[in-house]
């Protein structure tokens, strides 16, 4: 069973001035030349899987809030095909999904110059109640292995669980999830041994395509952080 789980002062500026345009005219014209011109004629870079990218809009990751959807919701955002699908990372276990699955682009965004950032609805332990992000290499033109399961839910036999995110950039800059993560034990049976319990977890999570790092939230961030629980 599953479980889990953002003066020096113009005196001294135009005394250095001079100094600086000097070294900038000791500069080979030809070679600054060269520069520019690489520069202004750099192509754009253009995908192989262009139409699939497209599918995805841009999103801002400014403490956005990532819910998992009911397994019947529609529409949270374009249909992805088969084929789409399978240009996702290999160890998914999606086989059981494909035919009839509502796989959706859900949102893209800049990890960095080489990197995007790529949400999908993708099925969860039953059906299509998870998102997930992935990290999409441009050098490659291709998923790298990695991915962050920022909510997803489930119920059965007693026990639920629920797991929302927010994600943000950091103060130095790194993509940052704030996730939440909500258990429940119910007792089903009345001579059943199991104590019903209620849980509430939090952690920040900082997201790279080479790793994460997790650790529980203290009672110092969650005050700044608990405004976000209310949105809805």
């Not at 500069?27 to 060269?34: D, N």
């Not at 909510?151 to 629920?162: C, N, R, V």
């Not at 704030?178 to 999570?205: G, L, Q």
Request: glycine letters at 4%.
């Amino acid at each position: 069973m599953k479980k889990v789980l953002i003066g020096a002062g113009l005196i001294t500026l135009f005394s250095c001035s001079k100094k600086e345009d000097r070294s900038v005219n000791a500069a080979p014209p030809v070679k600054v030349e060269k520069q520019n011109r690489d520069s202004a004629t750099a192509p754009p870079w253009i995908s192989k899987n262009r139409d699939f990218l497209d599918k995805f809009p841009q999103i801002i990751p400014d403490t956005l809030r990532f819910r998992a959807p009911n397994y019947d919701d529609q529409d949270l955002g374009k249909k992805l095909t088969r084929e789409e699908v399978q240009l996702f990372p290999n160890g998914l276990q999606l086989e059981s999904f494909l035919d009839g699955g509502d796989f959706e682009a859900v949102g893209k965004f800049e990890l960095d110059e080489n990197t995007l950032g790529i949400v999908a609805r993708m099925p969860g332990e039953y059906s299509f109640t998870a998102l997930k992000l992935f990290f999409y290499d441009k050098k490659r033109d291709s998923f790298l292995p990695r991915h962050f399961e920022l909510a997803d839910k489930l119920g059965d036999a007693g026990y639920s669980e629920e797991i929302r995110s927010w994600l943000f950039w950091d103060t130095n800059k790194r993509l940052t999830a704030f996730t939440h993560v909500y258990t429940s034990v119910e007792k089903i049976d009345p001579v059943d041994a199991v104590r019903p319990s209620k849980t509430n977890d939090y952690y920040m999570v900082t997201l790279t395509p080479e790793k994460f790092d997790t650790v529980r939230v203290n009672a110092k961030t969650f005050a700044k952080m608990r405004h976000l629980l209310n949105q809805k």
